[in-house]
RNA sequence: UCCCCGAUAGCUCAAUUGGUAGAGCGAGCGGCUGUUAACCGCUAGGUUGCUGGUUCGAGUCCAGCUCGGGGAGCCA
């Protein structure tokens, strides 16, 4: 493409008043004064704004193409960037040439210049991106991406590409789908296992990267996770991305630190960041959300144990429809009223009844818990679940044997606990949740480009 | 998977007690010498999600199905 080309960023910022700019991008709204002149927005996804294009009707293609763009084409401008004499723009391109790329049937293209809905635009996920909503939240979710790497890397955490295919089952953490290879020969035997044995696709990296923070110390991995249940939420997606620290010779209070402070450098990073997209967001999802995170970023979070929040919660003067009960899982109502009510803010509850939690999980000194955690926020709740986990051989294979799974099919996970076993911690945040939170947007496929629910997979 | 709600023009929505569908935006054309989701006028655009039923007559009532949204469960 043209070398020289200037994206719209830099051209509304720090270009001087006066340069000569080429720009490319998509044309969102046209405004035609027939007389004179007409005035073209044009976004590269740069940035949220628009750059003013002003094009009059000394251009050769004037009465050909400019008065007859509409939303959706692609040109390029070339000319002087002004002072905007007019409000809503600091500058504007005077073009001396704008050309048309590819022309876009304004009376076809879905994305009109006015509000759509949601929904809608789940049924145009190629083309929502052209949208300012869908442009800010890719633009924030690369950002957070970034960050997540950042925050790691500078703490000393080595980076551990676990593999998507497993043959583990992470139990308690859902169902999982099921790989077969779609390549068979003529005749061959269609239960064949391609590996030799039943694999998945991963529900969690946890159990690989436990190996790898048992040989390096702090380790990270981050990358896409399957979950086959048929959940129909907005909080919940078949593929999903997460983000899985574990640390050696760490405990809970330590794994709950680090959950802590991971979170408020991302709310933080991601405010002055992305400035302009956080406003838009602010502005149009959420009145609230800049205050909310940056509250959250300064604020200590509470920490608060499972057995004592569900005496909190029993003490509640309201209505529930589960009643709180010691060694039942927390209900969306008891979060919500802990994070939103109570606490009005992240709360992070510890300690829960080993019954309900997965067997990796350490058996705290009572031996009824577990040293569990969950980090909760408003409107989302659970955001991050973690644990120490069990690094005793002999308890862990009891665990084992408890939950109904065979120890010699996780004979090299127990090697670790043979071998220098250690006290280590760790845990998982779901990136969609965090964006959930971060953009105010209610529904998790609208932060994620192609999202992946049951009966929905068409892009 | 369970419980509610919904599906009408390209989009967002209207349509009294069942009486053969309207508006705004968008699009096309015209007007307006700087506009900001511009504005004004005209035009085009619909087998009311699908299948069946009740009725003289169904967008409207009933049943099933499909898809979507919200709540719950599962979890991140």
Request: charged fraction near 25%; aromatic fraction near 10%; include cysteine.
């Amino acid at each position: 493409m043209t070398p020289e080309r200037t994206v719209i960023r830099d051209a509304l910022t720090d270009v001087p008043a006066g340069t000569v700019v080429t720009v490319a991008g998509w044309v969102r709204t046209v405004r035609t004064s027939k007389g004179g002149f007409s005035f073209v927005q044009v976004n590269d996804g740069s940035c949220l704004a628009n750059l003013q294009v002003v094009a009059d009707k000394e251009l050769p293609n004037y009465d050909s193409e400019v008065v007859h763009l509409t939303a959706g084409t692609s040109v390029t401008a070339t000319g002087k960037l002004v002072e905007s004499p007019a409000k809503g723009q600091s500058v504007e391109l005077h073009a001396e040439d704008l050309a048309v790329v590819g022309p876009a049937d304004g009376e076809a293209y879905p994305i009109q210049p006015k509000r759509h809905s949601f929904e809608f635009l789940r049924s145009q996920a190629h083309l929502r991106p052209r949208t300012n909503t869908f442009g800010a939240v890719a633009r924030v979710r690369s950002e957070v991406s970034g960050m997540i790497h950042e925050f790691f890397r500078s703490r000393g955490f080595v980076q551990v590409h676990t593999p998507i295919i497993t043959a583990s089952d992470c139990e308690g953490a859902g169902a999982l789908f099921r790989l077969a290879a779609d390549n068979r020969e003529e005749g061959e035997d269609a239960e064949r296992e391609f590996f030799g044995r039943p694999t998945y696709l991963t529900v969690s990296g946890q159990l690989e990267a436990e190996t790898y923070a048992c040989a390096l110390g702090k380790v990270y991995t981050f990358g896409p996770t399957f979950r086959a249940e048929n959940s129909n939420t907005p909080r919940h997606l078949a593929e999903f991305w997460m983000v899985e620290p574990e640390m050696a010779f760490c405990d809970l209070a330590g794994d709950a630190d680090l959950a802590e402070d991971f979170l408020k450098f991302i709310f933080a990073g991601v405010l002055e960041r992305c400035r302009e997209d956080m406003e838009f967001f602010n502005t149009r999802i959420d009145k609230t959300l800049i205050e909310t995170l940056t509250h959250v970023a300064e604020t200590p979070f509470f920490r608060v144990g499972y057995t004592e929040a569900v005496e909190i919660l029993s003490a509640a003067d309201r209505k529930w429809e589960y009643p709180p009960r010691w060694g039942a899982d927390l209900q969306t109502e008891h979060e919500r009223y802990l994070t939103e009510e109570k606490f009005s803010g992240p709360v992070v509850v510890t300690d829960y009844p080993a019954e309900i939690k997965p067997f990796y999980m350490r058996i705290n000194d009572d031996k009824r818990t577990v040293a569990a955690m969950d980090v909760l926020v408003p409107r989302i709740g659970e955001i991050i679940g973690g644990s120490q986990r069990e690094e005793r051989p002999e308890v862990l294979t009891e665990r084992m044997s408890q939950a109904g799974l065979n120890p010699d099919e996780y004979w090299w996970y127990l090697d670790l606990r043979r071998y220098g076993t250690v006290p280590h911690a760790g845990f998982g945040l779901g990136l969609e949740r965090c964006l959930q939170f971060i953009t105010g947007l209610g529904n998790i496929r609208d932060v994620i480009p192609f999202p992946r629910t049951p009966r929905s997979a068409e892009f």
